[in-house]
């Protein structure tokens, strides 16, 4: 069975652009959390979705926004990139809310 | 944003070592997991605990959640050059209503020497 699918996998964007991500969570998973992870820390909680609805959100400013589309795969957006978005940007799912997220390969952003 | 304070930060071992790393945290959580990250990649889950006071083990590695439910612990034993990576812990907090976010430790870099 395939696992999480994020796409892109690399980005490089400047200063000012926005950036949609995308990521395809496990068959059967209904639940797609989203992290930035910026290089030498951990992965930071953004967003979690689940059914479709809003579940939480982590302490990201309002230019970050996501979305979860009725097959369960979702959009992360970022508007007016700034320099300090540059990290890795992780996907992770799991069959509910409250169950083991398994996570993506992550889409790579770059701004210059 | 929060991270779990993880130690030791990193640590060069001998093939055939065993390792030992563990995560603390001023908050309980109900839910601890393992994770290892090889660069450019997501992490991977190792281990997960659900219960204070589990002992879980998969292959070589064993994990334990602390029976305050603030700190858990991950052995690595006969390490081999794939063990290799970035360790990181993770605690979860469920709550009705609320998301179950994932916190994560600031990681173990593990290298391992032939």
């Known amino acids: 069975d395939a696992g999480v699918t994020q796409s892109p996998t690399h980005l490089i964007k400047t200063r000012g652009q926005q950036v949609t991500l995308r990521c395809s969570p496990i068959s059967g998973h209904k639940s797609v959390s989203w992290y930035q992870q910026v290089l030498g820390q951990g992965p930071q909680f953004i967003f979690q979705y689940y059914e479709k609805e809003e579940r939480g959100r982590g302490n990201f400013p309002d230019r970050f926004s996501a979305r979860q589309f009725p097959n369960y795969s979702s959009e992360l957006n970022v508007n007016a990139l700034l320099l300090g978005d540059s990290a890795l940007y992780l996907c992770a799912s799991s069959l509910r809310r409250e169950e083991t997220q398994y996570f993506g390969p992550g889409t790579r952003l770059l701004v210059l | ?114």
């Open chain 2, 1 to 114: 944003g929060q991270q779990l304070n993880q130690s030791p930060q990193s640590m060069f071992i001998q093939e055939g070592e065993d390792v030992s790393m563990n995560c603390t945290s001023s908050s309980i959580f109900n839910t601890w997991l393992w994770y290892k990250q090889d660069p450019g990649e997501g992490p991977v889950l190792l281990i997960a605990l659900y219960k204070a006071g589990e002992l879980t083990s998969n292959g070589r590695l064993t994990a334990q959640f602390g029976i305050t439910r603030k700190d858990s612990f991950l052995n690595i034993s006969a390490s081999i050059p794939s063990d290799v990576g970035i360790y990181f812990c993770a605690g979860q907090f469920l709550n009705t209503g609320t998301a179950s976010k994932l916190t994560f430790g600031t990681g173990t870099r593990l290298q391992v020497t032939l």
